[in-house]
């Protein structure tokens, strides 16, 4: 069983329609939870982080976070063609160490149609 | 808006040969990570970095790798003799916590290493 697990898309939405993107992780000693986007070629770029069940509002993002279901999920309103990236959900499980690395899913690939 | 940042930023190395990627974290951080990404593949964890010693590695840092901060700004990622299957692109990442905060890692531009 995969750590963290999105589907891979693509995810095509038309112009100022809500992308809605879902990420799940299998570790439920998972604590910590992220979404990075990432341009073809680019580097990964934090947008959200989330750490306690419920909505977390920034702009026209919003993530939201279910523990119990093991399920983070990331909404674009609005969506604009410059979103068009891969979108990467991260998890940190908490190891007792001085350091917690970021466990990457695959992405899913967002495409916004003009 | 502090960067990490990375040299070089492409790398073309003959298979066997050692390569040396640079990094500069942002200066107040204290936590530094190499993380690598196979072309079409996902973001993997190499290697975490703190109080100057190695913190985690993965499985796939095998002797082959290394990792040094040489002095106070750069951290630095040595493959001693490269394989083929060591082309991917190699991000570096610095936090100031260790990772339960709202503000997660910081990536720098990466390092795109070919093995030819």
């Known amino acids: 069983q995969k750590e963290v697990e999105q589907n891979s898309g693509p995810l095509s939405v038309p112009e100022g329609a809500i992308a809605s993107l879902n990420c799940t992780y299998s570790?439920?000693?998972?604590?910590?939870f992220f979404w990075y986007r990432q341009y073809s070629g680019k580097s990964p770029e934090l947008i959200m982080s989330?750490?306690?069940?419920g909505d977390k509002e920034d702009g026209r993002f919003t993530a939201q976070l279910n523990k119990a279901s093991q399920y983070v999920s990331l909404l674009i309103r609005d969506s604009q063609p410059s979103d068009s990236a891969t979108y990467l959900c991260?998890?940190?499980?908490?190891?007792?160490?001085?350091?917690?690395?970021?466990?990457f899913g695959t992405g899913t690939l967002l495409a916004v149609q003009p | 808006e502090p960067e990490v940042t990375q040299t070089p930023s492409h790398q073309v190395t003959q298979m066997g040969q050692e390569v040396i990627l640079r990094c500069v974290p942002i200066?107040?951080?204290?936590?530094f990570y190499w993380y690598r990404q196979i072309l079409g593949q996902k973001v993997e964890f190499l290697v975490s970095?703190?109080?100057?010693?190695?913190?985690?590695k993965s499985e796939i840092f095998d002797d082959q790798f290394s990792v040094e901060r040489p002095d106070g700004s750069n951290f630095t990622l040595k493959i001693r003799s490269t394989k083929l299957e060591d082309s991917a692109m190699y991000f570096c990442?610095?936090?100031?916590?260790?990772?339960?905060?709202?503000?997660?890692?910081?990536f720098g531009s990466g390092t795109r290493l070919t093995v030819v």
């Open positions: 991260a998890v940190i499980r908490w190891n007792g160490g001085a350091t917690n690395k970021l466990i």
């Open positions: 200066s107040n951080h204290l936590y």
């Open positions: 990442a610095s936090s100031e916590a260790s990772g339960l905060s709202s503000y997660g890692y910081t």
């Open positions: 970095f703190y109080n100057n010693e190695i913190s985690e």
């Open positions: 570790d439920r000693g998972s604590q910590s």
């Open positions: 989330i750490y306690s069940n």
